[in-house]
């Protein structure tokens, strides 16, 4: 048997506790052309450049030979769209987060998240071990999103599995690829019928959340159809699900396995704020988007990408890139510059990005303060499967106290 190629043995769960190696060797060919036709590219420059290129689509009904596998049972939300469809629907999305140039829904949902991570943090009080991801990093963004969005918190274990589905069939893994995309149509329906009756709900009596602005909201540009309705709230249902849970738990890890950084942080709180970005830069949630197809034959880094080719672009491979930024696999806030593609690029650049820093930020601030001598207790932690969206399923400590 032929031995397997960098990005294969990536997507290998053996690899998953540390992928960052592989990078290194990734990087070698920024633009490597796989079996199957594919082209990864791992570069910082050349990912800053296809994510900014028009020639560059997000749809994958643009493929040169659409998989089967790809068609899904619902139409794209806008994170699969092109503009101007794109744009009209992340404009709608948007106008429910709050008016461009003003504090906005996030920033009025402050007070509301030291609650609910304070109500977390008092949970795990009184016992000497917990598992900061189902104790902690799991419920805070879910509860956070859920009530932005207007989805009652107690239906969350009816959609958790499938947004998992979905979410660990996004990208390369193990097993058959038709028998995956099977279990992601049937999550896809049943989130979909789920939301779509809560939708009916919201129109009958809407409230003061983002689904009722979606269904009643008439827009400069007309409003969403139903179905539009149906793909935008289970986007961010997901996306507000599945990857800041990551960003908190990779980040408790990395600081537990400093005890020094834990304890500055500690003392320093507004240090929370270049943490959190130097965790986007050196431990992403997001690691790959392999979603992406070229329109055009595309010239880069002396390789040409030939029209209706997939494109998947090592977001993680990028920001550790060390023509892009100094020593790039030491972990340091303190860095003047910390640039990175944690949230993408361009005009699909994360919608959520301020949310999911000021959850991080406060998550992290408040387990810092609060936990005394912390310690993990499995190192490395098991992991979650999938390689595209990486973070630990668990996340055991033990400590002394909470205060
Ligand atoms: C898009 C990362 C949290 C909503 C993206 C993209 C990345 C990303 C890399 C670009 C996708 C692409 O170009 O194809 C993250 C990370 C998060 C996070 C690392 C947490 C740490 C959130 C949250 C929400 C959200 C909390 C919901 C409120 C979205 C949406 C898009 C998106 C709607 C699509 C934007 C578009 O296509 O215009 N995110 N995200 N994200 N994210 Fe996030």
Redesign the pocket.
Known sequence: MEPAGVYERIHQFSNRADPYRLYTELRDTPVARQEDGSYVVSTYREIVAL?HDPRVS?DRRNLAEPAHADQDALPS???GLDPPE?DRL?RL?MRHFGPPHSPGKVDAMRAELLEIITGLIDGVAGRARADLVDDIAYPF?VTV?CR?LGVPREDEPRFHRWAEEIVETIGPGEGDRDERARRRQAAVLELGRYLGELAEAHRRDPGDDVLSGLVTDQGPDGPMSGTEVITTSA??LI??HE??V??IANGMLTLLRDPPLLERLRREPDLVVHTVEEL?RCE???HF?P?RVALDDIAIAGVTIPKGASIVLA?ASGSRDPAHVHDPDRFDPDRPYIQH?????????????P??RL??QIALRELARRLVNPRLVTDPPPYRPSSTLRGPRHLDIEYDDVI
């Open positions: 994510l997000s939300a806008f994170i794109h992340r999305t963004p999103i932005l986007l961010l996306a507000g990857t800041t990551n960003l986007l992403p949630p997001v988007l979603q977001l593609l944690g949230f993408g690029g361009g005009v699909h650049h994360c919608f959520g990005a949310l999911a959850e991080a």
